[in-house]
């Protein structure tokens, strides 16, 4: 699976879009990408996946780059509630293990 | 909806005692997962079953073990218990393929303290 590379965090005022990026370009063609979320100490939570096309979903939005090595996660009105370590993961949609990297601790500050 | 239920959600245990944790999948789904996140650090996979089969495996120590019986519930036995194995341990469930979105559902975790 393609590794992938985040900010280690980011804030954002509540109420406006959180934009979170991922860069994964060693991405190959079978391999989409994912976004889960943990939330202090919850399980991980899923929110959105796709191959090449943009997707949104009542969670967020995700924008992927035409050549595919990067994305964008979108919350686009974030409360204090999206507070959480965000995750991009790379892999095939056939099943399998995740792979957590880093992720990205977004802050939503009132 | 029915969500992954873990039991316990909390356990203390000395050293080299054993622990066992119970992981019951969402209602039809035939895959489990286990992970375990250490303090400060992210879930890293230990183990999985399909149908009942181990289908992968990753830094899961040899003193640990698991499990999924017949009813799609899974258990992960843990013996020798270290200080090191002091983690929070989840638990993630999915539907059969091609049944729905190819993601993972997780539990509420067990967290683990090995004193």
């Known amino acids: 699976d393609a590794k992938t590379t985040q900010p280690p965090s980011m804030d954002c005022a509540e109420g406006r879009a959180a934009n979170l990026p991922c860069n994964h370009s060693t991405i190959s063609g079978n391999e989409y990408v994912y976004w889960y979320r943990q939330i202090h100490s919850q399980g991980p939570q899923y929110i959105i996946h796709?191959?090449?096309n943009n997707e949104t979903n009542e969670m967020a939005s995700l924008i992927i780059t035409e050549d595919r090595k990067s994305s964008t996660l979108i919350l686009p009105h974030a409360t204090l509630r999206d507070t959480a370590v965000y995750y991009c993961?790379?892999?095939?949609?056939?099943?399998?293990?995740?792979?957590f990297g880093q992720g990205t601790e977004l802050s939503v500050k009132p | 909806a029915a969500g992954v239920i873990q039991s316990p959600r909390h356990l203390i245990k000395e050293k080299r005692e054993t622990a066992t944790l119970k992981c019951y999948p969402i209602?039809?789904?035939?895959?489990v997962y286990w992970y375990q996140q250490g303090p400060g650090q992210d879930p890293q996979f230990l183990i999985s079953f399909y149908e009942k089969m181990q289908s992968d495996k990753g830094s899961i120590p040899d003193r640990f073990s698991a499990q999924q019986f017949s009813d799609y519930h899974s258990e992960l036995n843990m013996s020798s218990l270290e200080l090191g194995d002091s983690a929070l341990y989840f638990c993630a469930s999915s539907p059969p393929r091609g049944q729905g979105i190819e993601t993972q559902y997780f539990g509420p975790g067990t967290r683990l303290l090995v004193l």
């Open positions: 209602p039809r789904h035939d895959t």
């Open positions: 796709g191959l090449k």
């Open positions: 993961i790379v892999r095939r949609n056939q099943g399998g293990k995740l792979i």
